[in-house]
């Protein structure tokens, strides 16, 4: 085989190789793009939920719900909570936005599908620890209200 020939072959086999990823690179980088916005976004939105939690935990007694949370295992305080909820939420999003960008019809739609899903458990979770913060309130009222009574009976 020629030199000649061996150049026409590989010519022949790399062409459409450069037309397809030439087609392709603009999608990655666009959502490669989108997907550093979004990590850039929902970093932002942490820090500024947990703030602003607690800013408001400054105003309203914490105690029954950071207790709540640690009965559940939950070490952290509860903006920091909200804001790794906030966070990861619009990663969710923005991860989405971007497969359906690059031309990933399957994983942009379960990931579509996820995001849609996302506040029906958050919500679940809400109601779990709710649960939680209010048995441990009563459970703090029933033993003050144990020891009273010890104290009053004669």
Not at 2 to 26: K, N
Not at 41 to 48: G, I, N, Q, S, T
Not at 70 to 79: F, I, N, W
Not at 120 to 131: E, H, N, S
């Amino acid at each position: 085989m020629s030199l000649d020939r061996w150049i026409e072959t590989l010519g022949s086999v790399l062409t459409p190789l450069g037309e397809r990823l030439g087609s392709v690179l603009p999608r990655a980088l666009a959502g490669g793009a989108l997907l550093l916005a979004g990590w850039l976004l929902a970093r932002l939105l942490r820090v500024w939920v947990a703030a602003g939690v607690a800013r408001l935990g400054r105003l309203v007694a914490w105690r029954p719900v950071e207790g709540g949370l640690g009965r559940v295992g939950v070490e952290q305080p509860p903006g920091e909570v909200v804001g790794s909820v906030v966070f990861w939420g619009v990663l969710v999003v923005f991860v989405a936005a971007a497969t359906d960008v690059v031309g990933l019809p399957v994983l942009a739609a379960w990931l579509g599908a996820a995001s849609t899903y996302l506040p029906r458990l958050l919500l679940a979770i809400l109601i779990v620890v709710a649960g939680v913060v209010a048995g441990s309130l009563a459970r703090d009222a029933a033993r003050t209200a144990a020891r009273a009574a010890r104290r009053q009976s004669p």
